[in-house]
């Protein structure tokens, strides 16, 4: 286990037993992101939004989409958006929008030529 990752787990351990919140993990997540240690800044994002952050949520979601840092995973992507949806993160990423449009035919298995199947009940629930 290399410094910085012992540091990192550290700090969150510390961090959670003190109140640490889910936004407080996005914007660690954000820095480590900045300075491009995307593989601890996916980890961080997605205690983020374990902890109830949508933000964190949504910017797992778009690093699985485009495969920042990650391997490039639709599934997991939409997994993200829509926790982020449900968490009622629903600004400018409009992760709502995007939850619904990943479920329909035009979503994810259009774009990534998975064999997953559209589901029009949860892409309505997402636009609504």
Do not use: W
Request: hydrophobic share 30%.
């Amino acid at each position: 286990m290399s410094r910085i990752h012992f540091f990192v787990i550290l700090l969150i351990l510390s961090f959670t037993a003190s109140g640490f919140c889910g936004a407080d993990f996005y914007g660690l997540g954000k820095k480590l992101y900045d300075e491009k240690n995307y593989e601890q800044a996916a980890d961080i994002y997605e205690k983020s939004c374990y902890y109830g952050s949508s933000k964190g949520c949504i910017a797992l979601a778009e690093m699985y989409d485009t495969g920042t840092g990650i391997e490039k995973n639709a599934v997991k992507s939409l997994e993200f958006y829509q926790k982020g949806c449900e968490l009622g993160f629903n600004n400018d990423k409009n992760s709502c929008t995007i939850t619904g449009l990943k479920y329909t035919l035009y979503g994810l298995s259009f774009e990534t030529g998975t064999n997953f199947e559209p589901n029009n009940e949860k892409a309505f629930d997402a636009y609504k």
